[in-house]
Structure formats: C-alpha cells, structure tokens
C-alpha cells in the first residue's frame, strides 16, 4: 500500500514542485495550466494519460476549452504520496518546466 507523506516529506516534495499549489482540505496538489487552444490542451492530456496509466496513478482532472485542471492525491494513502509528486513531476516534465 501506499502511504501519505509527511509533514516534512510534504514540504519537501512542494519545495521542488513550484508551479504546484497544496489544496489542504483534500491533502492533494494542484495546477492549472492555460494552452493556446482546446487542440493543444487535449494533446497534452492524451500524454499524460499515458504516462499516468504506465505510472498506475491517475489524476483527479478537468478540461475547458484551452485550460486543464490538474488535482494530485493518492485515495489508498488518504492524501499527499509519492505517487502524487512523481506524476507531477513527470507532468512539469510534459510541459518543459
């Protein structure tokens, strides 16, 4: 099973993650990104629904015309994991930052 992070583990991960903010009442991380178009947005979640079924850990998301909104937070663990800064890491990644 996977487990929550820590306190200081949390604040770790979040150090590395700048572009992410911590939603505190779900224990989860978030970002919204803003594309040039729903074209553009929707080819960025065709990857990382990709990446994220290799990874086995989906994100909580939505998409509207050229934004998507992005929620990271591991239900089996109650909140914030690994798994959670893994993928957003691999999502900066996506997006060259």
Same mark, same amino acid.
């Given at each position: 099973?996977?487990?929550? =992070? ?7 991960? =979040? ?56 929620? =990271? ?6 909140? =914030? ?17």
């Amino acid at each position: 099973m996977v487990e929550q =992070l820590s306190e200081a583990e949390r604040a770790d991960a =979040l150090d590395g993650l700048p572009e992410w903010d911590f939603d505190e009442a779900r224990d989860a991380i978030t970002r919204t990104i803003v594309f040039t178009d729903f074209a553009e947005a929707f080819g960025f979640m065709a990857q990382v629904a990709i990446l994220a079924e290799r990874m086995d850990h989906h994100p909580e998301w939505s998409n509207v015309y050229n934004r998507v909104d992005i929620l =990271l937070t591991t239900h089996d663990a109650g909140g =914030l994991s690994e798994r959670d800064v893994q993928l957003a890491g691999a999502i900066d990644g996506i997006l060259g930052g």
